[in-house]
């Protein structure tokens, strides 16, 4: 006869999985850095996650079009925006609302 393993024991194990991936998901979104870069009439940014590309943004989200930023500060401020959209699990999308409250020129 070959014993079962407890209900308690599968808990624990299964408790200790999830602990581990929130451990790993946690050091995920601290290790998020902004990079803006110069690109042809203008800015772009980009957000690495343990030094592999995670966003690369060279046009000004939610506008149609394929616009640069027109200043690395601009750049700079959304990325900062969808950071911290990750850091909180939230969707990285920004709109044209939260790039105009930034006082991102459009």
């Known amino acids: ?11 624990a194990i299964l408790l200790a999985i999830a602990a581990i ?4 998901s946690l050091r995920s979104r601290n290790n998020l850095k902004i ?12 957000i690495t996650i343990r030094e592999k590309i995670f966003i690369y943004q060279p046009f000004i989200p939610a506008v149609e079009g394929n616009i640069p930023f027109s200043s690395r500060s601009d750049a700079r401020k959304t990325a900062r925006i969808v950071k911290r959209k990750l850091k909180n699990n939230e969707e990285a999308a920004v709109s044209v609302k939260e790039l105009r409250e930034a006082g991102i020129k459009l």
Do not use: V
Not at 21 to 24: H, K
Not at 35 to 46: A, D, M, V
């Open 1 to 11: 006869m070959t014993k079962t393993p407890s209900r308690s024991l599968i808990i």
């Open 21 to 24: 991936f929130l451990i790993f």
């Open 35 to 46: 990079n803006t870069f110069e690109i042809e009439n203008g800015y772009g940014y980009s």
